[in-house]
């Protein structure tokens, strides 16, 4: 198969690629789009088969259940057994947006959607895109994020090519993405609101909204007992092909360990890779070093991360390295996507 790939310069629509990506939808292809976070990979969520290419296309475990994207409020209560208040509470705040919520699942949803599950995962994405050609696809397009399974999410669409050519009908090219890490997932199934994956939409800014709200304990730790509740979180994730390394402690401490950790790999001949905020850029030597942004700005480091993880692979980096950043706020997902891209190796000094 042949995959088209569509540009659209930023901010325009081009209305005839629109309505023939619905078109591939609506008979069963897959098309990626970009949405705010990540690009994502698209099917007709109603459609048993459309799910089935889904996985295929990523090489996805299919007990990792897809997230149904809407482009319409109205709509959730046509894919989920009864709405909660608290989903209109959510969505009045947070939707458009990168929020995403887990109801029940009405029958209409089939199973190969859901991994199974007789849960729904619902979000009404906020990128232009996204949402006309969810409207051109019939309303309910089931979409993970367009990577092969395991490997950092998308933020361009160079990235999507790479992993999707010959896999889909279809990519939308809507540029670089403005968030650049997957949606906030939240647990509406529970008495208790439980996040089950951090994102842009923070704890604090949920907890302000429904009060109490819960964290799913498996999110931010590697030994727990349990299994997570959102399937796709127990997989391996993010992983760039070489070695990255976090190191936690002060900042003099963590510089100075980076250095050290840098100089020993190059001396041993490996290819080394940084990240950093601009104004420490100049402490390291490194084959690679990436700078995010300005310092604390963890926007930016969640806008940079998964692109500058492909950037390493594309260099081939063997050794990486990155500072432990505070859990707060967006910190949560960033740290929580970094532990997993390191397979959670943490150096404390
Ligand atoms: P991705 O689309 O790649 O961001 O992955 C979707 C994420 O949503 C995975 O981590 C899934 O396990 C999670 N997810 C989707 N549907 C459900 C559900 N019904 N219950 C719990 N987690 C879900
Ligand atoms: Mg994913």
Not at 86 to 110: C, N, R, S
Not at 113 to 128: C, I, K, M, W, Y
Not at 136 to 158: C, D, H, I, M, Y
Not at 265 to 292: F, L, P
């Amino acid at each position: 198969m042949e995959t088209k790939w569509v540009k659209s310069p930023e901010g325009t629509i081009d209305k005839v690629a629109m309505a023939e990506a619905g078109r591939i939808i609506r008979a069963g292809g897959l098309v990626a789009f970009p949405t705010e976070t990540v690009y994502g990979l698209g099917g007709d969520a109603l459609s048993p088969d459309s799910s089935r290419k889904i996985y295929a296309a990523k090489g996805r475990p299919s007990d990792n259940p897809l997230i149904v994207h809407i482009c319409r409020v109205e709509d959730m209560a046509r894919i989920v057994r009864e709405v909660p208040p608290q989903a209109y509470v959510l969505a009045e705040h947070f939707w458009p947006g990168p929020l995403t919520m887990i109801m029940k699942k009405a029958d209409i949803v089939p199973p190969e959607t859901t991994g199974g599950l007789d849960t729904v995962a619902v979000r009404l994405p906020n990128h232009e895109v996204a949402l006309e050609f969810i409207r051109e696809a019939g309303g309910f397009v089931a979409a993970p994020s367009a990577n092969v399974s395991g490997r950092p999410s998308p933020t361009l669409a160079k990235y999507v090519y790479e992993d999707m050519d010959g896999k889909i009908e279809m990519l939308l090219d809507g540029g670089e993405v403005g968030i650049g890490v997957e949606s906030t997932i939240i647990d509406l199934t529970e008495e208790i609101p439980v996040i089950l994956r951090p994102g842009y939409i923070t704890w604090e800014m949920l907890q302000e909204v429904l009060g109490e709200v819960c964290l799913d304990p498996t999110m931010l730790e590697h030994d727990r007992p349990e299994a997570p509740k959102a399937p796709g979180m127990k997989y391996k994730h993010y992983a760039p092909q070489g070695e990255l390394t976090i190191v936690s402690g002060t900042s003099q401490n963590v510089q100075n360990e980076i250095r050290r950790l840098l100089q020993n790999d190059r001396e041993q001949g490996y290819k080394t890779g940084v990240i950093v905020s601009s104004d420490e850029a100049w402490v390291y030597e490194a084959d690679a070093v990436k700078v995010t942004g300005e310092k604390e700005d963890m926007a930016a480091v969640a806008r940079s991360l998964f692109r500058i993880l492909r950037e390493f692979d594309d260099e081939k980096i063997d050794r990486m390295y990155v500072q432990a950043f505070a859990q707060d706020g967006i910190g949560q997902a960033v740290m929580n996507r970094i532990l997993k891209a390191a397979g959670h190796k943490i150096i404390e000094v």
